[in-house]
């Protein structure tokens, strides 16, 4: 069964310093991989995916995220945190290919210290 | 163009009350989903469903009930809600590919006392 996990359920840095948020995934056939935010009081949004195409995954807000299948990671990262970034992040896998439901993390909360 | 919309977005009941959750999309996606958010948890799937008329339990489904009676609609409904039933609860929905991922509405904070 597809699973991830998030390594972390709280991460504090300092405004212009690197965010790397951490996911792990399990999955038996090839994986479809998602990070999603949530800003307090607000639903998911769409922050950027990994369909097998490029390995390195461009989003919005300047995150990105690299695909490592030898070390089934999906880590996201931000060179330079800012203020606005303060949110939680969750990381999903497809239960079975491009039809198949998202199964989440259990989600990581950012904070940027000024 | 609305997206996912929730209504309410809060809610008190009292143990054993019911009550009927409303999500609503305007972007023609087959899919549904509704979810629940508890504090370390993640986001549980509690039941979906694939179009007009048909349901499917999820992670989670004891103790709700759904239906998608129209293509737009997807009602989450609570017979005799019980405390552990207090969540923020998410509509979310798609097309069938879900490669272009989810859209999610704003959330109901429900409180059952």
């Known amino acids: 069964a597809q699973s991830v996990t998030q390594l972390g359920s709280h991460v504090s840095v300092s405004e212009g310093a690197l965010v790397l948020l951490r996911c792990n995934y399990s999955?038996?056939?090839?994986?479809?991989l998602f990070w999603y935010v949530q800003y307090p009081n607000q639903g998911l949004q769409l922050l950027l995916k990994?369909?097998?195409?490029?390995?390195l995954v461009k989003g919005i807000n300047g995150f990105e995220a690299e695909f490592k299948k030898s070390e089934t990671s999906f880590h996201l990262t931000k060179p330079s945190a800012h203020m606005s970034d303060a949110a939680e992040y969750f990381c999903a896998v497809s239960e079975g290919g491009s039809q198949g439901n998202l199964i989440f993390g259990k989600g990581t909360k950012l904070s940027v210290k000024p | 163009n609305a997206g996912v919309t929730q209504t309410p977005k809060f809610r008190v009941l009292k143990t054993g009350q019911s009550m009927t959750l409303l999500c609503a999309q305007d972007m023609n996606h087959e899919y549904m989903y509704w979810y629940r958010q508890d504090p370390g948890m993640g986001l549980r799937l509690i039941h979906y469903s694939v179009g007009e008329g048909t349901t499917a339990k999820g992670e989670v489904p004891d103790g709700y009930n759904v239906s998608r009676l129209k293509k737009q609609n997807f009602l989450l409904g609570l017979e005799s809600a019980a405390p552990s039933q207090t969540s923020v609860y998410f509509c979310a929905s798609s097309f069938l590919d879900r490669l272009g991922g989810y859209t999610f509405g704003s959330g109901t904070r429900l409180t059952v006392v």
């Open positions: 999955s038996s056939v090839p994986p479809y």
């Open positions: 990994y369909t097998s195409a490029a390995t």
